[in-house]
Every structure is written in C-alpha cells, then in structure tokens.
C-alpha cells in the first residue's frame, strides 16, 4: 500500500520530470522548420500577416519558417490541426480572433478548447474593419449607404470571410443598428469575398484590411471604420461612433498567433520575444499599418486576456443576432 508520503514524493517527482523533459525540448528548439498554420486561403490580411513574420523569424530562429494555409470552417480546421500538433513549438497557429472567440458560441460544437487546447504567444494586431461598398451602389456617404440599404430592403448582398466570423458578425450588427435588411454570402476567407466585391457579385462588405490598396485606388469605397479608432491607413475615413451608430465595437477584434496547449514555457518566451522584435521594427510596422491593420504586440499573457474576454462579452451579442450554426 503506498502511503501519503510516498504519494507526495511520486507527484513530486513526476513533476521535476515534467520539468526536465520541458526543459530539453526548450533547448532543442528549434530542431526543425516551425510551421505557421494560417486559418484562411493565402491573400488576406491574416496571410499576408503570416508572410510579414515568416521570413524575420526564420532568421531569428535559424530554421525555416514554412506558411500553411488551412482554410475552412470558420477557422476550425486549421486550429483544430494545430490543438492536435505535437506541443514542441514547431506547429504554430495565426488567427484572427473569431477563431476562439465567437465560434464556440455559434457552431453546436467545435473540435477544440479556445482557452484550454492552446497557449497564448502574441498578438501582432488588432483589427478595426472597414465598411468597403462597390461603385455600383453610387454613394459616397455613410447617410447614403443606410438610406439605400433601407430603400432596398432585403436585395443587397454583402459578402463576409465566412459564416459565424467577424466579419458577418458586423454585418448582422450593422443592419440591427441601421434598421435595415441584407442577404449575408459567406466565403472561404476575405480574399475570395473581396474578389467578388471588386467585380461588382456582392454590394458591400466589412473587410479586415485587405481592400485597402483598392479603396486608395477609387475601386472600392470606404465608408466608415468600426473604431473605437480611425485607421492610419485610411485617416479619413471616420468610425461608425462618429456616425452615431452605437457599440459597433463589440465587432473588432484582433490577431493572435499560438501555440498547442503544453508548449513548454521557455519555448513560447523564445517565440514571443523574437516576434515582438520584428513586430517592433519600423518596417514592418509601417507593412502593418498599410494592410490596415493596428500594429501591436503582447505578452503571452495579455492575450490570454484579451481571449477570455472577447469570448465571454461575445455571447450575449450571438444571442441578440440569432447567429447559430451547425
């Protein structure tokens, strides 16, 4: 029979195993190429975030940096992929943050923990979308928009990145506020969605940065961001606040890039410091704000936070649109 003493020494000393093992695996990181696994299809903002990244880490790091896109379902299958990866630091998971914090309230299930099946490492952005419409509606104005949208009700389209993401989110929110009705497309990702937008298939749509070399263009028109704060990419475009349409904010979001839940710690501060010091470079700032994009950076900690709380203050907003999937 083992008694508590034995017990407690056992535990401990499965822990300090623990330890050693965690520690070994910190000191052969990295032992080969880390894989950054994108949720969405190569060519939007998250993507082009991943491929800003990529190649300053691979160098810091001494390994190649490899860009996965695994786009689907909202997200889920890419982190989904990524909460099944080996915990060594070398499969590495980019998302936006509806990922983890709006798909469990919207989908009956999902193949993975927001909070448990992952470790926070950084968030490199925070995201602030803007509403972009196609030439075709012919306004030119916030006011404009809202009177046409009711004029038509229930006959313009607007596209998103995908059902149950941000960007239909916003969508949904917008209508509730404005008092109008549009039909939601979803897409596999806001670069498929912003091809459509530019060729005139869909009317509007909340974009996640990517439509701003096409607005600067005069391709498409930006209306108004969803704030607290104006982009510097596009300074004159003013919030949805300023417009008088209340707590359009709730829709924001942001970046995270993570890791599979047992990561050993000093594997993550490695990651994290080294992309804290790319995201702090003048150029790639400077790349960050051109996407549209907010440039930031984060212990892992701090986006720990920010996931909690976005998941828990996104619940009530699912159960007010009636957003909910299978």
């Known amino acids: 029979m083992m008694t508590g003493g034995s017990t407690v020494m056992r535990m401990a000393a499965l822990a300090f195993l623990a330890i050693v093992q965690s520690m070994a695996v910190a000191q052969q990181f990295p032992s080969k190429a880390v894989n950054l696994v994108v949720t969405v299809p190569a060519g939007g903002s998250i993507d082009a975030m991943a491929r800003t990244i990529a190649p300053e880490l691979a160098r810091a790091l001494g390994q190649p940096v490899l860009v996965e896109n695994r786009a689907g379902a909202s997200g889920n299958i890419a982190a989904d992929f990524v909460a099944r990866a080996p915990a060594d630091g070398h499969t590495l998971l980019i998302t936006s943050s509806s990922t983890l914090t709006l798909n469990a309230h919207v989908y009956k299930s999902v193949p993975f923990n927001p909070e448990k099946s992952f470790v926070p490492i950084v968030m490199p952005a925070r995201l602030n979308m803007i509403l972009a419409v196609h030439p075709k509606m012919n ?179 699912v159960q007010q649109i009636g957003l909910k999937l299978e």
């Open 139 to 317: 306004v030119s104005t916030f006011p404009e928009f809202v009177a046409q949208v009711k004029a038509q009700p229930g006959k313009l389209n607007f596209g998103s990145s995908g059902n149950a993401t941000l960007p239909h989110l916003a969508g949904e929110l917008l209508m509730i506020r404005i008092g109008g009705r549009s039909n939601h497309v979803p897409y596999k990702g806001i670069a498929p969605a912003l091809n459509d937008l530019l060729s005139g298939q869909i009317d509007f749509m909340f974009d996640s940065a990517s439509s701003v070399p096409h607005i600067k263009a005069g391709k498409l028109r930006a209306l108004a961001v969803v704030g607290p704060n104006r982009l510097v990419a596009l300074p004159d475009v003013p919030t949805l606040k300023e417009l008088g349409v209340p707590n359009m904010e709730v829709a924001g979001g942001w970046y995270g890039i993570l890791a599979p839940a047992g990561t050993p710690r000093p594997v993550v501060q490695r990651l994290n410091t080294e992309i804290v010091r790319i995201l702090r470079t003048p150029e790639v700032i400077e790349r960050i704000n051109s996407f549209g994009l907010e440039p930031t950076s984060s212990t892992p900690e701090e986006l720990g936070a920010a996931l909690h709380d976005d998941f828990t203050r996104l619940g009530p907003v």
